[in-house]
């Protein structure tokens, strides 16, 4: 997988995608990621991409034309499954398209910020939106990593046990119920009696028990899904 994120501080992704799951699984050759400086295509002396919005509102505006020129130049080079817009109004992202996305060999992010992108970006360039929530941000760096991250730690051989994963909440449209270490006591805290009983049965049906009892009560919503 090769994923290309477009963003004018490229600063703010190179260290969370350079470290722990995501930075082992680019060591290994899992997963591409490179990270691209808009400003690269900028003008003037400040290498500017981004100007006042027509109308009344405040705030600067990512111009289309070093958009369109960046994706053009990585397009030349390769086909890309989806281009994405980290947006607040963008489908929400979800477990399900986390899986989805690793479905896909290439991938272009770019990342709004300041008041936005020109609409004619997100009209003739943009394949998909994605949200990561009912809020705003400066930018779409921190959902990107977010993405990246979810997306990359369910690519075979990221995790060092790839069966992990699959007891994530919400891969089965649960959360996942409670996990213990040792010791099996702590100042009078107590592991439940069944995690100790060693039958693999018995504790899987008391995981699928709490998950279902921790999902409706504190996400009922899922379970409506």
């Known amino acids: ?18 470290a722990s799951i995501v930075g082992r ?44 020129n960046m994706i053009n130049e990585l397009k030349a080079e390769r086909e890309y499954d989806e281009v994405i817009f980290m947006s607040p109004d963008g489908e929400v992202f979800t477990q399900n ?20 992108i020109d609409q004619r ?7 998909r939106e994605i949200s990561m929530g009912d809020y705003v941000l400066s930018g ?12 990359v730690r369910l690519l075979p051989g990221a995790l060092s046990d790839e069966t992990s994963a699959l007891s994530d909440s919400f891969q089965d449209g649960l959360l996942s119920a409670p996990v213990y270490s040792r010791p099996a006591e702590f100042n009078g805290w107590k592991v439940p009696d069944v995690l100790l009983c060693g039958d693999p049965k018995k504790i899987r049906a008391w995981q699928d028990e709490i998950s279902l009892q921790r999902t409706r009560e504190l996400r009922p919503d899922l379970l409506e899904e």
């Open 1 to 18: 997988m090769r994923i290309d994120i477009i963003s004018v501080v490229p600063s703010l992704l190179e260290s969370p995608l350079a």
């Open 25 to 68: 699984a680019r060591a290994k050759g899992l997963v591409e990621v490179h990270i691209h400086d808009l400003r690269k295509y900028g003008k003037g002396p400040r290498l500017q991409v981004d100007d006042y919005s027509y109308g009344p509102d405040a705030g600067m505006v990512i111009q289309v034309e070093p958009v369109f």
């Open 97 to 116: 398209v986390a899986n989805e996305l690793t479905l896909k060999e290439n991938l272009i992010i770019l990342c709004g910020h300041y008041k936005g």
């Open 121 to 127: 970006i997100r009209e003739h360039l943009i394949t």
């Open 140 to 151: 779409g760096e921190i959902p990107a990593c977010a993405l990246v991250d979810a997306v």
